[in-house]
């Protein structure tokens, strides 16, 4: 699996070979299982979406375990 972007392929695998189910989703990467299987045959655009859903869980995610409060609280 190519995780940099190319000319014909813009978004990068999210793997990151730490390949194990907890729940639904991926440890390593955070896709489901159908996104992972799916991965190659997605449209660019399809795999932009997975990316960025899987950015705002790790921000949302951060965001929780931070030990800062969040802004105007």
Known sequence: MNPLPSE?????SPCTK???MDGQVCAGCGRTLD???RWRGMS???????LARLAAQKAASWAASS????AGV
């Open 8 to 12: 014909s392929d813009p978004a990068p």
């Open 18 to 20: 730490v390949c194990r």
């Open 35 to 37: 996104e992972i299987v």
């Open 44 to 50: 660019p655009d399809e795999k932009l979406d997975v």
């Open 67 to 70: 030990p800062f409060p969040a």
